[in-house]
């Protein structure tokens, strides 16, 4: 085995400045904001069937994804919880980075979960990957312990496919005969 060290030094190189004239001022929008200003632009309304699908879409689109992220940040929430129980009951020092885990209340975590998927199976999809999500979720039994039942999820679900059956994305060429 190698004694090397290798040292890595904490100060920054400095970089020659840019002048100003070789510099553009950009000023970025949150991906969140820029939806949202799409949303209430106050450009007229899409005059083609294909631009009114797509605001439509844009807004379903925008309300699965914050019901989606509620979905992903409880989960992670449980793994937490999860991993720092773990790292206390090992004696490990990171577990000592964090209160006591049986500390914590366990249900309110699960049961924000549970409320979390509940919402995103009744939050309108605006694609049909998010129908496959919703369908595959309730073959699993996701809702089996929030207040949905089976038959409210499934009315969901159609009410999306209704939905994007009447909304495309692109609108389909007619045959033509010949």
């Avoid at 004696?91 to 699960?110: C, S, T, V, Y």
């Avoid at 924000?112 to 509940?118: L, M």
């Avoid at 039942?149 to 994305?169: G, N, W």
């Amino acid at each position: 085995m190698s004694n090397n060290i290798v040292e890595l030094s904490l100060h920054r190189v400095a970089r020659p400045a840019l002048p100003s004239e070789n510099v553009a001022e950009v000023e970025l929008m949150p991906g969140r904001a820029r939806r949202q200003r799409i949303l209430q632009s106050p450009e007229p309304e899409p005059k083609t069937e294909t631009g009114k699908n797509a605001k439509l879409r844009l807004q379903r689109r925008e309300a699965w994804w914050q019901s989606e992220r509620r979905v992903e940040y409880w989960k992670a929430c449980m793994k937490m919880h999860s991993a720092i129980r773990s790292a206390q009951l090992a004696g490990l020092p990171e577990g000592d980075n964090h209160q006591r885990a049986e500390d914590w209340h366990w249900h309110p975590i699960i049961d924000s979960y549970r409320k979390a998927i509940a919402e995103l199976l009744l939050t309108p999809a605006s694609t049909l990957l998010n129908v496959a999500w919703k369908q595959k979720a309730l073959a699993a039994e996701e809702h089996k312990y929030t207040d949905l039942s089976s038959e409210r999820v499934e009315a969901a679900i159609a009410r999306d496919l209704k939905f994007l059956a009447a909304h495309p994305t692109r609108r389909k060429r007619k045959e033509q005969s010949v």
